[in-house]
């Protein structure tokens, strides 16, 4: 009577304390989609529904994908997926409430580009696979946040990959497991899992090496166990523990009985110490040893002796071949070998003169993630002295025609670096190495999308703008990035790469852009793109932009 009023809810599926969230605001609701039996919506800031239908289709998505996956249904009564402003991580899997920053979840595919889209997707699959891999079965101590967190990375990309094949999404992790093997190659790495016993030390988790590392390692495993068996031992580990706490091992356990190999044999060598191995064949052996970038040093993190999961394939046909490779080399038989066949191996591949000469010869022989990985760990072998940068060159020109947007980014960044490695009187050469390599891209593809190209052929034009601007230091590249800019021309994928060049360009924008937008009229600003508008607020000084109008 004095204008408040109580709301009861009912009592909760047993659960663990950090998952309970009350969420109150001025907000505004989906429609709600029933997913088999259990409702599903996007609860947005006032105004904002509008930018809630590609995360509804994609939760309704992951939830069928998922109960279906670990053939347990979804473990609550409803789903609700909450954007909120100003919020301090990417998502929160809350049970029941999961709540988004709001790029996380609202997003207009219409307008943003194929990674802003791809990202929302795939934060709303690893929060629903929380659901089952956090919330049903939780892990006993933060030691096993790991778990947590790589497996819902893990099975995102394989929810994704069912949602949206032509997206390619284990060639594109293949970036990202990339980048938690570079930071795991330094001697000042950790393992995955370890010890607890601070805040600090939890926060210290929340890492490339917890989810990207963690997330390939267990997809290594999959593939080496069989996908039927592996998801076979993930289902036993759910039913047997479900509302319940475990440790790792309670999974190695699982896997075991479904498969009858070592695995806890095995992921003690991948979760329990640091670093990775560097493989290498020559002449028909395989041998490991630690990958390192710099020299040995006393105090390292890295281990050593992995039991490694290799797969190898001939060019010249056949299947696939399995082999664990443990502390001493291992003869194998065949010609024109791939070693990682498929690319989901977690260590660093090199060829002896022979072996790299006949795979470069018949690149066009790999699949995506296979020359993907090929380049990175030439890359890395570059950048540790394994390789020559003779080596890598021979590998980088034999892409070709190659059109995936993974290999060539992965191109680009080890050209970032021996550009800042290089004397000035070297970039002449390495601007002719650019041209080479990425013009045929942008002259075959031009800076304008075409109705019906896919969604990855803007990404592999936009890397090809942005490595020819900068690293080619292409005037006519320039020019046109600075024409499109004032001309407010900045939407989808190439909208990153043009203004990474107008900022690279300073001395071609100067002051006269400034003053041209340092006062802006409402109409004016509501024209103006979200790219420009975050161009405008990092090279206008502070306070010099003003919004006027009612």
């Known amino acids: 009577g004095n204008g408040t009023s109580t709301v009861v809810f009912g009592p909760t599926m047993k659960m663990s304390t950090y998952l309970v969230a009350f969420v109150v605001g001025p907000f505004e609701e989906s429609e709600t989609v029933d997913v088999d039996g259990v409702p599903l919506r996007i609860v947005t800031p006032r105004g904002k529904t509008h930018l809630a239908p590609f995360a509804l289709e994609a939760g309704a998505f992951a939830l069928r994908f998922f109960s279906n996956y670990f053939a347990i249904p979804y473990p609550g009564d409803k789903l609700d997926m909450i954007a909120i402003p100003d919020f301090a991580f990417g998502a929160m899997e809350n049970l029941g409430c999961v709540t988004y920053r709001e790029t996380a979840l609202l997003v207009d595919p219409a307008t943003a580009s194929q990674q802003e889209v791809e990202r929302v997707a795939e934060v709303v699959a690893h929060e629903i696979a929380h659901m089952w891999f956090g919330d049903l079965v939780t892990m006993e101590w933060w030691e096993g946040i790991w778990l947590n967190e790589a497996f819902a990375t893990f099975m995102a990309n394989a929810c994704l990959d069912a949602f949206r094949p032509e997206w390619k999404v284990w060639v594109g992790f293949g970036t990202f497991r990339d980048m938690a093997l570079q930071v795991d190659g330094l001697h000042s790495t950790r393992p995955i899992e370890f010890e607890v016993v601070s805040p600090d030390d939890s926060q210290g988790m929340f890492d490339l090496l917890t989810y990207e590392k963690g997330g390939s390692v267990l997809r290594m495993l999959e593939l080496y166990l069989g996908t039927d068996v592996y998801r076979d031992g993930i289902r036993r580990y759910l039913k047997k523990h479900a509302y319940a706490n475990t440790i790792t091992t309670d999974l ?299």
């Open 252 to 550: 190695w356990d699982a896997l075991e009985e479904a498969s009858n190999q070592p695995v806890r044999d095995i992921m003690n060598t991948w979760i329990l110490q640091g670093g990775h191995p560097l493989v290498t064949l020559e002449n028909g052996t395989l041998r490991q040893e630690p990958f390192a970038y710099g020299l040995t040093s006393a105090t390292s993190n890295i281990g050593k002796d992995w039991f490694i999961p290799v797969l190898t394939r001939s060019l010249d046909g056949g299947t696939a071949t399995s082999h664990l490779l443990k502390g001493e080399p291992l003869s194998i038989s065949g010609a024109n070998v791939v070693v990682n066949a498929g690319g989901s191996g977690v260590y660093r591949t090199r060829y002896g003169s022979a072996e790299l000469a006949a795979i470069s010869s018949r690149m066009s022989e790999l699949d995506d993630l296979e020359r993907v990985v090929l380049v990175a760990d030439a890359w890395a072998g570059l950048f540790s002295s394994a390789i020559t940068l003779s080596d890598f060159l021979t590998i980088a020109r034999s892409l070709g025609a190659d059109n995936n947007p993974t290999t060539w980014t992965t191109v680009a960044e080890a050209l970032e670096w021996v550009n800042r490695v290089i004397d000035e009187s070297q970039r002449d050469t390495l601007a002719a190495i650019v041209h080479e390599l990425f013009q045929p891209h942008l002259t075959r593809l031009g800076y304008d999308s075409v109705a019906g190209e896919g969604d990855l052929t803007p990404q592999l034009r936009a890397v090809a703008i942005s490595t020819l601007g900068i690293l080619g230091r292409d005037e006519a590249v320039r020019a046109e990035a600075v024409r499109r800019f004032d001309a407010g021309q900045l939407e989808g994928d190439t909208a990153r790469a043009l203004l990474r060049i107008v900022e690279d360009t300073k001395s071609l924008v100067g002051e006269e852009l400034r003053n041209k937008f340092r006062h802006v009229l409402v109409d004016e600003a509501q024209d103006l793109s979200a790219m420009q508008w975050r161009m405008l607020a990092r090279r206008c000084p502070s306070g010099s932009m003003t919004i006027v109008g009612d």
